[in-house]
């Protein structure tokens, strides 16, 4: 009799496990909620030059123009730079232009002058411009004159070749403009503005405790 009163209890809680783990209840209770995803910045927004609400203004309505909106994709950052930001991209543009410029002159000059090797069809008015520029500041270069000659050819070289790079360099300082402005040009302005913010209230506080 123990026996069977066992039995009966042991299907009638198995019985109810298996109700509860397929009744409605349980699926309610225990259903995984969908993990909603986070709406990510698109990257327009992201690389965008926003600092303030008149930039972010200024923006909206960049965006809602028919040329932008029919602007390729890989464009649409120097599109935005120079809109938004002609004179940091100005800068940003001449200050890459020097700097592509100055640094193959020097490298090729001390390539030229250490392995005193010279580069063939180069042109000789470049060559000439070259070594009229150097000379003059190789003028009170207390060196001989072979010394003096050997300098002046290689860096007349040098220079030459940086002027032949100039297709190059272009392209190089107008892809990479954006993004000095960005992390070089728009920080100093920024800082700038503030100081500049701070001294004006300064002058005010003083003013205004004086009267």
Known sequence: MLRNRLGITNILHAN?????????SRTLIYKSQP???????????ASSP???????DRLARLEQSRWYKWTPRILKPYARSMTMRPLGFGISFAILHEITAVVPFLG???FFLHYNWVPLNVPQDLLARGAEVLSKGLINLDVDLVEK???VTAGANAYAATKLLVPVRLPVCFALAPLFDRWCVRPI???WRRRKERAKAKRAANKASRK
Request: hydrophobic content about 40%; charged content about 25%; some cysteine.
């Open 16 to 24: 109810s496990n298996r109700c509860f783990s397929s009744s409605v």
């Open 35 to 45: 993990k909603i995803p986070k709406p990510a910045l698109e990257s327009e927004q």
């Open 108 to 110: 090729l000059w001390w």
């Open 50 to 56: 926003v600092a303030d609400a008149k930039d972010a």
């Open 189 to 191: 302005q920024m800082a």
């Open 149 to 151: 000659t050997k300098i």
